[in-house]
């Protein structure tokens, strides 16, 4: 897969798990996964005393985003899961921070602060990551994310 091919891209968004064994782990996971936040997001952001807090296009976005390096990761064949070379290697946030800076530079013109905002959400949106996350909507994908994730785990034991 050329990383920037997007309909590559969005064709393993709609297909991979969002992991093997942990969370959302069937096919399609990844797509139930990250809908599941960005929709856990947009409610929040409506919350008042939230919503003059939060930028919401840049959460919904940064939602959409924080695990798009799983496209990358997992592969699907027929009913049999996998994962890349790579993501062992280098990790689905990894990933994720390369795509989308890739596709920032493709832009030309892309907004550096929003580029950088993206960023430190992909890059701090685990609860063991070393990157700080610099901005509440960075704060809100890590707990929307680690909600989700708890939510899906339910799923595979309890189905």
Known sequence: MHISDEHDIMHSFMSV???????????????????????????????????????????????????????????VDGFDLGMTDRCVTIGHVSLGYELLLRKCYSFGRFPIELRDKLANIILSHHNNSRVKQNSVEAKIVRHIDSLSAGLGSMEVCYG
């Not at 996964?33 to 840049?58: C, F, Q, R």
């Open 17 to 75: 798990p969002a992991s093997l064994k942990e969370h959302h782990a069937y096919i399609c996971g990844l797509m139930v996964h990250t809908v599941d936040a960005m929709e856990m997001g947009v409610k929040l952001s409506k919350y008042p005393n939230l919503k003059n807090e939060i930028d919401k296009s840049t959460l919904v976005l940064g939602l959409f985003l924080h695990d798009i390096g799983k496209t990358l990761c997992y592969t």
